[in-house]
């Protein structure tokens, strides 16, 4: 019969079994990240350059282009390591993550055409708008699955730290390309404005929820980074564009200084996203390390049981008192070494290190279900917006903007909105 050590050291190697697993999945998070930030860039140059009939930003939208295809070959080079790809090196949600891997190669895919019609001006602004946000939400979704499987707790806070601030940062770079259409243009419209107001508002949203999970040094590296930020260039700018959505002009020359103030702001986030991407992989190897020096660490104990035939025997007197509320089986010597031939110090042992392991895997279990619950929120809100999309037709920006807005009018948060949405769904009209 084996001893419950012998689980117990089983138990320790499993979580640092996952850990590792976990930090091969922040190195392909790491290489997502500087691929999303690339293609924002390119977004943004590609709306301006058709938005203006290709007058402006052609030389740069090649250069944004072939920084994206290098940033996407990182990545590609990352998941063609036969160890990856043949599963023979396990990454942490291996089935979950792998299919968000194959859904952003196929959309990663379509890049290639995209970029044809980009060039030769076969589509708009808003299409290609469009089309590339669809590739980063995609690319989006693998993080995200990234930090909804992870199992360790001070590693998911920043796994959805990370995911916060990359969404909000996406949100941030759709509007720089809407902003830098609608200038080019000279002609914004209602639905432009709207769709900005939304893009602001979203954006703030992820950005307080990235403060709220991140660690103390990176928010004082937010604080600092917002402070370099040219804000109140952004604002003045900001009004312009939703003063013309009410039947103003905008000046075509203001595009790229738009386009320059949102870039600047961007980078500054992106700064902070690597440096917390860079960080995850060093959080996962400092908790192994942590886990392999525990002095609690009960694969150490059952070293010092030595040859012992029965550890059983003596465990159980010491549970069954533990279980009592009786400690004499550990403070008298006389009753312990005659029950229990590895003494009453070796005994106490045992029962502390699994006292130690069930405190510890409670906490664990309760700090990883508060960083759990803002993933959870964002699963709410992406089933209702799909069943508002599919019922009312909605575009799937229209359907988070009445989301967020009847959330507004109710003085509710938008996850409450999103699960009434949902316990609606059998009572909305099928569309015909």
């Known amino acids: 019969m084996e001893s419950p050590l012998t689980f117990l050291v089983a138990a320790r190697r499993c979580e640092i079994h996952a850990l590792e697993q976990l930090a ?7 290489g997502v990240g500087e691929l999303i930030h690339r293609l924002q860039d390119e977004r943004g140059a590609s709306n301006l350059h058709l938005a ?14 072939v920084a994206s295809e290098a940033a996407e070959a990182a990545v590609r080079a990352w998941l ?29 895919d379509g890049l290639a055409v995209l970029r044809r019609e980009v060039g030769a ?9 469009r089309r590339f946000s669809r590739v980063i939400a995609a690319l989006l979704a693998l993080v995200f699955e990234a930090a909804d499987v992870a199992a360790d707790p001070a590693v998911s806070r920043l796994l959805v730290a990370l995911f916060n601030l990359m969404q909000g940062k996406e949100f941030a770079g759709q509007e720089r390309a809407t902003g830098a259409a609608a200038f080019a243009a000279g002609a914004p419209d209602r639905a ?40 109140a260039e952004l604002e003045r700018l900001r009004r312009k564009l939703l003063a013309a959505g009410q039947g103003g002009a905008l000046a075509a020359e203001l595009a790229e200084p738009w386009f320059a103030c949102c870039s600047q702001r961007l980078d500054r986030i992106r700064e902070i996203e690597s440096a917390l991407a860079g960080g995850l992989r060093v959080a996962c190897e400092a908790r192994i ?12 104990l ?37 029950a229990a031939p590895l003494g009453p110090r070796l005994t106490r042992s045992i029962v502390d290190v699994l006292q130690v392991q069930s405190r510890r895997l409670q906490v664990m279990s309760d700090e990883l279900a508060a960083a759990r619950a803002a993933l959870d929120e964002r699963k709410l809100v992406e089933r209702a917006k799909g069943v508002l999309m599919r019922h009312q037709g ?26 009434a949405v949902l316990a609606m769904e059998s009572f909305l009209p099928a569309r015909g």
Request: with cysteine; proline share 5%; aromatic share 4%.
């Open 302 to 338: 059952m070293q010092r049981l030595g040859e012992l035939t029965d550890p059983l025997a003596p465990l159980g007197v010491a549970l069954a008192a533990e279980a009592a509320n009786d400690d004499s089986a550990f403070v008298e010597p006389g009753a312990a070494s005659a």
């Open 52 to 65: 203006s009939g290709g007058a402006r930003f052609g030389v740069e939208r090649v250069a944004r282009a």
């Open 192 to 231: 432009g404005e709207q769709a900005l107001l939304h893009l602001i508002e979203a954006q703030e949203a992820c950005f307080e929820r990235f403060a709220a999970f991140c660690p103390p040094h990176t928010l004082a590296a937010w604080t600092a980074a917002q402070a370099a930020m040219p804000l």
């Open 24 to 30: 091969r999945s922040c190195e392909l998070v790491q």
């Open 80 to 108: 063609h390591r036969p160890e990856i790809r043949d599963g023979a090196l396990a990454v942490a949600g291996g089935s979950r993550l792998f299919t968000r891997i194959a859904i952003a190669l196929h959309a990663l």
């Open 121 to 129: 001006r076969r589509c708009v602004a808003e299409d290609a708008n």
């Open 394 to 419: 909605l575009a799937e920006d229209e359907a988070h903007r009445l989301l967020r807005q009847t959330a507004m009018n109710q003085g509710r948060r938008i996850a409450e909105v999103a699960q």
């Open 289 to 300: 390390a942590a886990l392999r020096l525990d002095g609690d660490d009960p694969e150490t």
